[in-house]
């Protein structure tokens, strides 16, 4: 079983920035992707952005440019660094891994 916690989330201004983090562990030695998917209120859950191992592969097109990943194999952790945010970018931002394992969420509003 793998768990996935997240942290980081927050209110903060247009124009801001925020860090998020999530920390996997249980049995995660095999797990080389992992990522950040986003819900915003009434639409459906939209890729952030992915990781093998430390490759960035994927970057979701309303972010790129503004947001970017990072993992930390050591720490078993993986980040989302956000600039720029928008409101656009409000909802809940949920860490996810190989093997379809979720985490419970973190919200992110961002006021105009």
């Known amino acids: 079983q793998v768990q996935l916690v997240e942290s980081g989330g927050g209110l903060v201004q247009a124009g801001g920035s925020l860090r998020l983090s999530c ?29 093998r191992d430390n490759e960035i592969t994927n970057v979701g097109d309303s972010v790129r440019g503004r947001f970017t990943i990072s993992r930390d194999m050591a720490k078993n952790t993986v980040y989302l660094f956000m600039n720029k945010l928008t409101p656009e970018d409000t909802g809940t931002y949920y860490c996810w891994a190989w093997g379809d394992h979720w985490g419970q969420g973190t919200q992110v509003t961002v006021s105009s």
């Open 23 to 51: 920390v996997a562990s249980g049995n995660i030695f095999r797990i080389s992707r992992m990522g950040w998917y986003r819900q915003a209120p009434g639409k459906p859950r939209e890729l952030v952005a992915l990781v």
